[in-house]
């Protein structure tokens, strides 16, 4: 099969899922009209999909070798301002980083697949999560045992990404680490209340907070080694409820990024020490809660090559390949390429004009369908051509 030539016949079906998933959205780990289309679809289609722990999966074809396609499904807990006809009703749910057309391309290659599923020279199994977006849903499916019966040998996902940029391109990192870790964190700091008048009766949680924060700056300042890439973010402290009352509690949610297993070490380790001693400093305690632990994507280089060169086979206008790509945003993928040679590619959905203005996160970021023909045909084209490469 032309994959290329049958995705472009496709392309209005696939922009219809898009908009289908994307006026529905859901976050987290429960999406449960995301997962009903999804098996309705596949279903319609020809395969037997079935639930995988929160997300769903179907396999075509038979024996070895196996490779398995991933598409994430989840949207992010914000307004949208897209100003898009299809945008998510509710005011508060939008897909914002493109993982609707995720699961619409994956849905189109499912049907390509199973097209000529009488060709494929192995199996073809298909992973749609949720929660990519809470670090959550990997972690989840490989619980359910979506690396098992049958395990695969390799895995293949794709992310498109917004901005002012021509589609065509496509982006990818062979030789290193292509997107970061991520260790989020809770600090929960326990004291004690008391009038705001009378504050020699409180433990203050919210001055500990504070120099939490400040001794927090002090480890990327002068521990870290300014070689390694590392990033630590507090992004939300929360305490009080009023000017003159003095808390119990204080939060501070924040996360740990880096592309250097020794770096991130040394920060995870370093902000438990210095948060737990500081509270401790000011009569008070830290609680320190893990919210999210995934490791730096890295993509299989053998893999990865394999993969650019199948997507050279087809005959795509303007097809421009970015390598050596590396993000400090960070991806649960990761999960998978930990257990499977993976590789991940971004496929650009921007535009040139305005409409390309914002980034993926931004309430007002649009993204580009005419991708909506290049994702399924690199998913079916290079899943067939990896197992006719990689018989037994």
Known sequence: MDYYQRACELKDETIANRRHIHTNAEVGLNTPKTCAFVMEKLTEYGLDPRACGHGVTATLGSGSPVILLRADM?????????????????????HACGHDFHAAMLLTAARMLK????????????????????????????EAGILEDPKPNVALAYHVAAGK??????????????????????????GRGSHGAYPQNSIDPINAAVHIYLALEAIMAREVDPTKAAIMTVGHIEAGTA???????????????????????????????????????????????????????ICDPKLTDEVVGYMKELPIP?????????????????????????????????????????????????????????????????????????QA
Not at 75 to 94: I, N, Q, R, V, W
């Open 243 to 297: 000017a003159n009352i003095i808390p119990d509690t204080a939060m501070l949610e924040g996360t740990i990024r880096s592309n250097d297993k020794g770096a991130r070490e040394t920060m995870v380790r370093r902000m438990r020490e210095v948060a737990t001693k500081t509270a401790e400093a000011y009569g008070a305690t830290a609680e320190i809660i893990t919210l999210s632990d995934v490791a730096p994507l």
């Open 74 to 94: 989840d949207a992010l807990p914000m307004p949208e301002e897209s100003g898009e006809p299809f945008a998510c009703p509710d005011g508060k749910t939008a």
């Open 318 to 390: 303007g097809l421009t390949p970015y390598p050596g790509i590396e993000a400090s945003a960070s991806e649960d993928f990761a999960t998978i390429a930990e257990q499977v040679p993976s590789t991940f590619m971004y496929l650009s959905a921007g535009y040139t004009d305005e409409r390309g203005a914002y980034n993926a996160h931004n309430p007002k970021v649009q993204f580009n369908e005419a991708v909506c023909d290049q994702g399924p045909a690199f998913l079916a084209h290079c899943a067939v051509r990896w197992l006719e490469e990689h």
């Open 115 to 142: 097209e000529s599923e009488a060709d494929l020279k192995g199996t073809v199994k298909f992973m749609f999560q949720p929660a990519e977006e809470t670090f959550e849903g990997a972690k989840d499916m490989i």
């Open 165 to 190: 940029m021509p589609v065509g391109i496509f982006m990818y990192n062979d030789k290193s680490t292509m997107m970061y870790s991520v260790d989020g964190f809770k600090i929960v700091v326990h």
